[in-house]
């Protein structure tokens, strides 16, 4: 029979003491976030919802998107037991040069507009956590005010091809000049994707003030006070925008690019160029073939073209094709470190990350992106030593296994 008693207050005291507090309270506020889900629900809760809207969506029936993170959340790793994972490395290299981790930040428009703060905070993180920082042509940061605000950032700029070639050059130059390394060539955005996420919001560049984003702002206020009493949403390469983001495209993007422009582009470019959005192996190798030094296995997000291939189901065979001619990477659902991890595994060298940052922005500013690599660095090396291996080279096919596959 259990014997009871009535508890002691000695007993209880140091059971009721109050964890320590430690940091600032919104720095408190971010540790209390545990995964992008968390970051995400922040942002939603503290962004207008046209803003959140465009992050979040994609293109028509969003069955691109959701398809490339069912497979991410349906994939098996193969462990390895009884290794002496102690010691853990998650550093590799990208195109040559030292990365912290084999993740690095997308370039993603109109940042600013998600918060204030924009691609400075998103890069200074970068920066500080040596992982590659990309901007985006549709940034609202200038190249050269980005390279001053991080001087030792390894800054990629990405380029869309004008209909106006003497502009695309006059961009080139200018982030030539700014010290750009590497140049990223997206070429899956020949048209405007249906984004009806975007349509059904009303959402423009930049916001309309109607009635409903006066509504908007009563629930936001945070939001529209750093939007409204903060420089005013500019970008890095043209004076004035407006209209939908499809809009824009159609009206500034060739969509007669092809692979003569490629080459065109390796003329004017020393540095390293990678093509970003391919889709299929025969593309990935005659991109190599015209002096491409990487690609970027990419539906947009599944922003552009819905049902497109999931890129984690080619990178092996564009990793057989292109053999070690160039770097393979990839984007699009990755939404934690272990994500990472199984695509580094079936053989890319790096992801890019988009959403899961600007998640992380739109909860926090720096802050929030700040911990979303602390939670992706986390789970990578987590992840790695449950794996049983200890370093990126460790990381080979065996220890992932895709439904369908024996």
């Not at 206020?221 to 209209?243: K, R, Y």
């Not at 999931?310 to 001619?325: F, M, N, Q, Y």
Request: one cysteine or more; charged letters at 25%; glycine letters at 8%.
């Amino acid at each position: 029979m259990t014997k009871r008693q009535a508890p002691r207050w000695k007993e209880l005291a140091p059971l009721l003491r109050p964890a320590p507090r430690t940091g600032t309270r919104a720095d408190r506020a971010m540790q209390r976030l545990v995964n992008v889900e968390d970051l995400r629900a922040r942002a939603k809760r503290r962004t207008p919802r046209a803003v959140f809207d465009y992050v979040d969506g994609a293109a028509e029936g969003e069955i691109s998107i959701g398809r490339s993170r069912d497979l991410f959340r349906d994939l098996e790793f193969v462990p390895r037991i009884l290794r002496d994972v102690s010691n853990c490395n998650p550093s590799t290299t990208i195109l040559g040069q030292p990365s912290s981790y084999p993740f690095a930040f997308a370039p993603t428009g109109f940042t600013r507009m998600m918060h204030h703060e924009g691609e400075v905070a998103v890069a200074k993180v970068a920066q500080r956590n040596g992982i590659p920082f990309a901007l985006s042509t549709m940034g609202t940061t200038t190249p050269e005010d980005l390279a001053a605000a991080v001087p030792d950032a390894d800054r990629w700029f990405q380029l869309y091809v004008w209909r106006d070639r003497e502009f695309s050059i006059n961009l080139v130059e200018r982030a030539k000049e700014s010290g750009y390394r590497t140049l990223i060539l997206s070429v899956d955005m020949p048209v405007g994707g249906a984004r009806l996420r975007d349509v059904r919001n009303g959402f423009a560049i930049p916001p309309h003030l109607t009635l409903r984003t006066f509504l908007e702002g009563a629930t936001h206020p945070n939001w529209w006070i750093n939007f409204l009493t903060t420089e005013p949403l500019s970008f890095a390469t043209l004076n004035a925008l407006t209209g939908t983001v499809a809009d824009t495209a159609d009206q500034l993007f060739d969509p007669s690019l092809n692979f003569e422009d490629l080459m065109w582009l390796r003329e004017q470019w020393e540095g390293p160029i990678v093509v970003k959005g391919i889709q299929n192996v025969d593309d990935a190798r005659r991109v190599v073939d015209l002096g491409a030094s990487g690609v970027v296995l990419s539906n947009h997000g599944g922003r552009q073209l819905d049902r497109s291939p999931v890129p984690l189901r080619l990178i092996r065979p564009t990793v057989k094709a292109i053999g070690d001619d160039a770097e393979v990477y990839i984007d699009g659902g990755i939404m934690n470190g272990a994500d990472v991890v199984a695509a580094v595994a079936l053989g890319a060298r790096a992801c890019f990350v988009g959403r899961a940052y600007l998640y992380g922005l739109m909860a926090g500013g720096e802050r929030g992106v700040e911990r979303m690599v602390e939670l992706f660095a986390a789970d990578v090396v987590r992840t790695m030593q449950l794996l049983g291996v200890t370093s990126i080279t460790e990381l080979t096919p065996e220890l992932v296994r895709l439904p369908n596959e024996h």
